[in-house]
């Protein structure tokens, strides 16, 4: 069966540190892979996905940026965070060639708090 | 660009109300799905419609697509504490050689015991 995980589960950061979260997924081969960011109280705001490795599409311009070195493996960065930046960021996995067509399945988070 | 309202934003019922959640778009949907977030979890993947006028059902949660495609909704009969969470909807379009999937904002729901 297929899983996501996504570490760490919170992080507390100052401002104008770097950012690093990690996102792997096991049991499935060329998945399609996202970023979102849940700011407290808000809905899902779409950040970056990627059909494959090394392809990355940004949805926001923004303080962050994405890497997909391996198949199933999405990493998420900041050179410089921001107080804006603070949230929950969730990493999701579809299977198959359409993103509008299947389901997403969300990894458990990471709440950041930048102070 | 795109973009999926959703209404009300926020909804507190008696447990034993019933709930309805609408999801509205502008443009023509290829599809919607919908999913659900407890508190301090993760969304999870509820239903998904494509046709015209679908309607689909899971125990007490009846989804509704419109005829014109251009809106959902997710009607909950007689709540219950388990149903508290986010309910959001996630609208498809035709857009590009994937497509693409815009989220709602998502309607919290509180149920009182």
């Known amino acids: 069966s297929q899983t996501i995980h996504q570490w760490p589960a919170t992080l507390v950061q100052p401002v104008g540190s770097p950012l690093s979260l990690e996102c792997t997924v096991e049991?499935?081969?060329?998945?399609?892979l996202y970023w979102y960011r849940q700011a407290a109280g808000r809905g899902l705001q779409l950040l970056f996905y990627s059909v494959g490795i090394g392809q990355i599409s940004s949805e926001v311009p923004q303080n962050l940026s994405a890497s997909r070195p391996q198949d199933r493996q999405f990493i998420l960065s900041s050179k410089k965070l921001l107080l804006s930046d603070s949230g929950f960021y969730l990493c999701a996995w579809s299977g198959g060639v359409s993103i509008s067509y299947n389901e997403q399945f969300f990894g458990p988070g990471t709440r950041l708090t930048v102070l | 660009g795109q973009q999926v309202m959703q209404i009300p934003q926020y909804q507190h019922v008696q447990e034993g109300e019933d709930f309805t959640t609408y999801c509205n778009s502008s443009t023509t949907l290829s599809n919607i799905q919908w999913y659900k977030q407890r508190p301090g979890g993760h969304p999870v993947f509820l239903i998904q419609?494509?046709?015209?006028?679908e309607v689909k059902k899971q125990k007490r949660l009846t989804f509704q697509f419109g005829e014109a495609k251009k809106n959902s909704s997710l009607h909950i009969t007689a709540t219950q504490t388990t149903d508290v969470g986010t309910y959001f909807c996630a609208g498809g379009n035709y857009g590009g050689s994937q497509g693409n999937l815009i989220f709602g904002k998502g309607t919290k729901l509180s149920v009182k015991p």
């Open positions: 419609l494509v046709k015209s006028g």
């Open positions: 049991g499935t081969s060329n998945p399609n």
